[in-house]
């Protein structure tokens, strides 16, 4: 059943590529032989691809192929020869819906054995998920709740933001994914109940990425730290860093500045706070075309002047010129985040990588006073 290979797995990230929309996604379990399978079968077109995980193996292994008339699945695991050159088929598994939610399948090895099988949907209510609570209010899908209904968490350290308000570092000892929590601290107003749902749900997302980076364990390398920049009974930013080097690949490193509420743990996006327009501000959601043009027009240029204000050593350009702050396209879309002292800036550009990471581009918040919508316990 762990045939699939490397030659597979880049393939299967070419179709993902290749069909934008998924049609549709099946999340199903059940034994094959002794061995009890979980399986996400994705649709798109008349192609399809699956992952397979056990209880025992939580790691990936790919499936890929096409769907028949009859909506019968034809799909393989494969790897490639590098002496004779060419795609070798190991497995074969053909899949068929019997009847609403009952999935009839037969999986044959390259050795010849067949194995028949039934397979029915991932009940997330019935994998007794340590942390149902988690997942039903956040993006787990069942086929991720199968793999990590065996997770605990182990407490690290604690660690002190600010006076008073504390997190603790917390890792799943079996695929050493760390992240945080929040302490509740009722004398100043921290309530983290409905944060920590949140950040259990990002914590298993990041272990469902180990495994699905990973392969056959050697594989792969997945790694990923965290930084919590601001906390208040209002508020939490902070950075998630990943370095992924999936299947051999070169490898690429990452970072999100994330900002939830902690009254719902919703995201927060700078309009919710900050508003630099010179009428009222629309009900306008990230990504429209109305919110492109007010980042054009009105929110670049006012970030540009209040950092020139600000930082007039760093915004006006010195001789020789190797990174043009002043140019207002860089701050049209920043990246950003909370911290004590304000507002942090980071700059977008593909272009110069000579510019420096810009640690120096944070507004006071009371530099802010005028443009804010919500203070959410920012300014003292």
């Known amino acids: ?14 179709i993902m590529s290749l069909y934008a929309h998924r049609e549709k996604t099946y999340y199903l379990f059940g034994k094959i032989g002794e061995t009890e399978v979980a399986i996400q079968l994705d649709e798109y077109g008349t192609d399809c691809t699956a992952r397979y995980i056990t209880k025992k193996d939580k790691y990936d292994s790919i499936l890929e192929g096409e769907i028949l008339e009859n909506g019968q699945f ?8 590098k002496d004779k050159k060419t795609t070798i088929i190991d497995d074969s598994v053909y899949l068929i819906e019997k009847e609403k939610n009952i999935w009839s399948g037969t999986w044959k090895y390259k ?16 994998l007794n998920h340590p942390y149902t609570s988690a997942i039903k209010k956040h993006v787990i899908t069942p086929f991720n709740a199968y793999r990590t209904q065996d997770v605990y968490f182990t407490d690290i350290k604690k660690e002190k933001i600010s006076k008073g308000i504390y997190i603790k570092h917390t890792i799943d000892p079996i695929s050493k994914i760390s992240f945080f929590r929040v302490l509740n601290n009722p004398k100043k107003n921290i309530i983290a ?7 259990v749900a990002i914590h298993l997302n990041m272990i469902n990425e180990k495994y699905s980076c990973v392969y056959a364990v050697s ?12 906390l208040n009974p209002q508020l939490i930013s902070f950075s998630i860093n990943t370095h992924q080097a999936c299947y051999g690949d070169q490898g690429e490193d990452s970072t999100e500045h994330e900002t939830f509420k902690m009254i719902d743990a919703k995201k927060i996006i700078l309009e919710d706070l900050y508003w630099f327009g010179n009428k009222p501000q629309p009900e306008l959601q990230k990504g429209e075309y109305e919110w492109f043009q007010y980042r054009y027009k009105e929110f670049g240029p006012k970030i540009l002047a209040l950092l020139t204000e600000l930082y007039p050593e760093k915004i006006t350009p010195q001789k020789p010129i ?16 909370f911290t004590p002292k304000g507002l942090y800036l980071k700059y977008q550009s593909q272009t110069n990588k000579k510019c420096d990471d810009s640690t120096w581009s944070v507004i006071p918040y009371e530099k802010l006073n005028g443009f804010t919508t919500m203070e959410f316990g920012l300014i003292k």
């Open 193 to 199: 109940d409905t944060i920590n749902d949140k950040l």
């Open 74 to 81: 034809n799909l393989y695991s494969k790897h490639w020869d």
């Open 219 to 230: 594989k792969g390398n997945y790694t990923s730290n965290f930084e919590v920049h601001f």
């Open 322 to 337: 190797e990174c043009n702050y002043n140019d207002v396209k860089l701050w049209e879309f920043p990246e950003w985040y």
């Open 111 to 126: 050795d010849g054995k067949e194995v028949n099988f039934v397979l029915t949907p991932i009940l997330i209510e019935a």
């Open 1 to 14: 059943m762990k045939g699939a290979f490397i030659f597979s797995l880049l393939l299967y990230f070419n």
